[in-house]
């Protein structure tokens, strides 16, 4: 893994180049978004308004946190194929240092998830220089569910996030830097 400023990527992994998302990235943001089969875990796609208001909530993280979601870029294509990233994530009123990792569909099955969610979690150890990164996961998304323990991460507890007045249950994984 790499980091830096080449192809205008923040860092790269053996096959992905992570970026800043802009504005010009919409259409490809709802290329995933709005599939309700990689949305499973919110239990929708999302309509256009509620992706526009993800890319926008997303931009606002750069300015607030310094970082969020970034594009994942197929480097081999220049494809944008998902949203990984270190994120600010709230739990029970406390703050944590987290990695969520959504990817296009037609993307399953090669690796991507692993690659690139290792990618953001050695990026939150070396750059954010977090003691410790946690990823919310619902209990059913076994697939998400792999991809955290092979990174060596370990179910640590549970919690009960509130979305669209829903309450989701989910896992939390953790992983504390050096492990």
């Known amino acids: 893994m790499t980091m830096g400023q080449k192809d ?7 096959r992905l180049g992570f970026r800043r998302f802009t504005e010009a990235d919409f259409p490809a943001v709802c290329g995933f978004l ?6 499973a875990a919110w239990e929708h796609g999302f309509s256009d308004a509620q992706a526009r208001q993800w890319l926008q909530g997303n ?4 300015a607030r946190d310094g970082f969020g979601y970034f594009a994942a870029i197929e480097k081999q294509t220049g494809r944008l194929i998902g949203a990984m990233g270190p994120l600010v994530e709230e739990i029970d009123g406390e703050a944590h240092i987290g990695i969520a990792y959504i990817v296009s569909r037609d993307c399953w099955g090669k690796g991507y998830g692993a690659e690139g969610a ?3 979690l050695h990026y ?7 003691k410790r990164v946690i990823a919310q996961i619902r209990p059913g998304n076994t697939h998400s569910r792999r991809v955290a323990e092979a990174l060596g991460m370990r179910e640590a507890g549970q919690f009960v996030k509130m979305y669209q007045g829903k309450e ?3 896992l939390i994984y953790e992983k504390e830097n050096g492990e």
């Open 8 to 14: 205008g990527f923040l860092y790269e992994s053996g």
């Open 34 to 39: 709005q599939d309700p089969e990689v949305m």
């Open 59 to 62: 931009l606002a993280r750069y």
């Open 118 to 120: 290792g990618a953001c």
């Open 124 to 130: 939150a150890f070396s750059q954010l220089r977090a």
């Open 168 to 170: 989701m249950p989910h």
